[in-house]
């Protein structure tokens, strides 16, 4: 009986330490030093505000484009298709810096994630947008490989509306295959202190298969597919320059701003996908201020993507800055700006073989 209520008591002392351990123990919201997450949250801010600016300037510009073009004649071989697929990746890049990089910057000063549910929630609008532009710049390779390769290859309108709306309902979808593995991890900071960050667990077989699954099926697939797509299409651009097939060259000149594009989404999307699948799979334990850094620094250049996509389109699409120029023409009469094209004043290669042997007549 004495060993009993021994027993008992040893086993009621070390309840009450670890109870008074878990009370005694303080929350700490983001322990991340405040420099860091300013310098971070203001390039997000400045990559937001210029993405969501340039996407809404390309789809108001689109419209008014189509709007002129609707009752034009088109050529046989033109492929105005394509339009829908920018407007879809410009749209894509919109709502990715109005919805999901406001939420995930405000995340790192307002602690509003207070259960996994949250969590799931929020990381399911943080991701769903830059999805759905892999998928958009997907579409779009593989229509151009087929404007390149096969130019009488072309969808109708009705199937270009639908290939749109796919990409966008597969991208809600694929989204929803790593949101399981979202919750709220705990970490020690010290003894006395801990905190709990939002993001993917690797601590299950069946989370570490769900998260590389969607890293694959968005990331490596696509990149591979791309990849592939773009040399190509590099390849047989630099074919028609060196034997001087003008026609085609230029008509390949609208190709390579795609082909821009693309590689603008490999590059940045790939530190996100590479260290997440890293830690997925190796099980690395990273300590909190390291993986808080990677983790937003990858997201940073993911969203950076609609930036660089929109500066793409306006450095290569010359109408887009004319009506832009027009427009900042029409708001401040007073500040007159001109759009140069340095091919207006280029001499066709023949005319000026033409002039030279007159000239030597």
């Not at 009752?71 to 046989?76: D, E, N, S, T």
């Not at 929020?122 to 958009?136: A, E, Q, W």
């Amino acid at each position: 009986m004495e060993a009993k209520e021994q027993e008992n008591s040893s086993l009621r002392t070390n309840n009450s330490r670890n109870v008074s351990e878990i009370i005694t123990r303080a929350y700490v919201f983001a322990p991340v030093s405040n420099n860091v997450k300013l310098v971070i949250s203001t390039a997000m801010l400045l990559f937001g505000v210029y993405g969501l600016i340039a996407n809404s300037l390309i789809l108001y510009f689109k419209h008014k484009q189509h709007r002129r073009r609707r009752h034009l004649r088109q050529k046989p071989c033109s492929r105005s298709l394509t339009e829908y697929f920018i407007n879809s990746l410009a749209l894509s890049d919109l709502l990715s810096s109005l919805i999901s990089l406001p939420l995930f910057t405000a995340e790192m000063f307002i602690d509003f994630v207070h259960n996994d549910w949250i969590c799931k929630v929020n990381r399911f609008l943080n991701i769903i947008f830059p999805v759905i532009t892999i998928l958009n710049l997907l579409v779009i390779g593989v229509e151009r490989y087929f404007a390149s390769f096969h130019p009488f290859i072309k969808p109708s309108r009705r199937k270009a509306k639908k290939i749109v709306v796919g990409a966008w309902f597969l991208g809600a979808l694929i989204t929803l295959v790593p949101i399981p593995t979202y919750k709220l991890i705990h970490y020690d900071i010290g003894e006395n202190s801990f905190t709990l960050m939002c993001k993917y667990d690797n601590s299950l077989a069946l989370y570490q298969g769900l998260f590389l699954g969607f890293v694959v099926v968005i990331y490596f697939v696509p990149s591979s597919i791309l990849i592939f797509v773009n040399l190509r299409i590099l390849n047989l651009i630099r074919r028609h320059r060196n034997i001087g097939n003008r026609y085609h060259f230029g008509r390949l000149k609208a190709t390579r701003m795609f082909v821009f594009l693309i590689f603008a989404f490999i590059i940045p999307y790939s530190l996100f996908s590479v260290y997440g699948g890293l830690v997925v799979i190796l099980k690395i334990r990273v300590p909190l201020t390291a993986d808080y850094l990677t983790r937003h620094m990858s997201v940073l250049l993911t969203f950076a993507n609609g930036a660089i996509s929109a500066s793409i389109l306006f450095h290569n699409e010359r109408y887009l800055r004319k009506m832009l120029v027009d427009m900042l023409n029409d708001t401040f009469p007073h500040i007159q700006i001109q759009v140069t094209n340095k091919r207006e004043n280029k001499i066709h290669p023949m005319v000026t073989r033409e002039i030279r042997r007159v000239q030597q007549l």
